[in-house]
DNA sequence: GCTCACATGTAATCCGTTACATGATTCT
DNA sequence: AGAATCATGTAACGGATTACATGTGAGC
């Protein structure tokens, strides 16, 4: 049974003691979300491979006539899970699909001022990420550092931290960005005429 | 015709001058590799796409009897290049799939000595990732400087210091994890006598 | 009563990578 | 002479998202 790296999103989830699919959905929309993403289409299957596998015990756990299956890892499942912890990940070929980034690679191609919105834009949803991070994300991993599991924790700080980084950054930029404008616009509008731009 | 993320990729890298699939394909291997990578099997079908929507021209351009295709952008593909570098990104469900993130957030998992370990791979990697793109990447990058393309140089110089500062913060948690196993060390050896330590 | 959250799944589709297939030129 | 690079494509596969399909429980 070949795993990949979303089945141990699942069973490392399990692990920490999200029991149900759905369950296992919210926690890594709360947590994992910025840096690896799952759908339920996914994790359902994958909780049958799992299982299958015998990473899992699975008991039926209604709730009213709700049905609702209970998972927990077993010690194969366990063993499992260190492994892939103590394997490299093969560097595939990207690291971050970040269509912003491409945004900015390539926005020589916009006017100087759409060039400042754009970064502005940028500047904006780092911020947004970093405070998401901070009141949303930080104190959800808080909430399960007491049951042991310390590096929950460790990681949205260190995501919080970072995208404060590119905010810096951007900010910066953004500042650059601003000057140039503002000397282009003077050099345009001064000697003698002015030209209307759009 | 609807045109993708990797659609702007190709467009966008034929504007920069990249010409044949081949060069394109080279030149984000060595620019927008970490944060959008492609393949040549999408690069080719997607020049043909993108020449089918008219956004390039392409002419035969053989190198003796070695048959090769040279693109440039029309009128049409710049527009269609700015009309996407001001459109809002869908900020889909990832923005980084980093499976040593994922690592780092169940390495609860593990025991002390071996947290350590991992940490120490992925400070190595961070390091490893800025001393690529400070040595490749940035030189890269102000080789096209001249030629009004500011921007790549912006983004290579963002991703090298962000790099920078994530190896930075695991060479801090390295420390901590360290500590916390020098005092386990000492609580489980004895106290009263000191442990060899590197 | 209505809406939202809880709960489990399948089907269709899209997108990207890997592998395959072929050949010329340049460098060592 | 052989290896690495330049050059263009197609086919197969795998993995992830979106849409579909259905139903219960809790709160307002």
Redesign the interface.
């Known amino acids: 049974m070949k795993l990949r ?1 979303s089945s ?2 699942v069973l ?1 989830m399990v ?2 003691g999200a029991r149900s699919g759905y369950a296992i959905k919210k926690a890594t929309d709360i ?9 339920l289409a996914q994790v359902y299957p994958e909780l049958d491979r799992l299982h299958t596998a015998g990473f899992t015990t699975r008991q039926d756990d209604p709730h009213g006539r709700r049905s609702r299956l209970a998972y927990t890892i077993t010690e194969e499942g ?1 063993e499992a ?2 492994a ?3 394997s ?2 093969r ?20 006017p100087p001022e ?2 400042l ?2 970064v502005q ?1 940028l500047h904006q ?1 780092a911020r947004d ?1 970093q405070q998401w991070m901070e009141t949303e994300v930080i104190p959800a991993a808080q909430a399960i550092e007491s049951r ?5 924790h ?2 949205a700080r ?2 919080a ?2 995208y404060r ?2 905010a810096d ?1 951007y900010e910066r ?1 953004e500042a650059e960005l601003r000057q140039k404008c503002s000397r282009q616009d003077e050099s345009e509008t001064q000697p003698g005429h002015a030209r209307s731009q759009d």
Chains 1, 2 share one sequence.
Do not use: K
Request: charged share 20%.
């Open positions: 790296p141990y999103l490392g692990r920490l947590s994992t979300r910025v840096f690896f993403s799952t759908s366990e899970l260190r892939w912890l103590r490299a990940a560097s595939g070929p990207t690291l971050f699909r970040d269509e912003n980034l491409m945004r900015l690679f390539f926005a020589d191609a916009l759409e060039q919105m754009l834009r949803q990420a042991g599991h310390h590096h929950p460790t990681v260190l995501g931290a970072t980084f590119m950054w930029l």
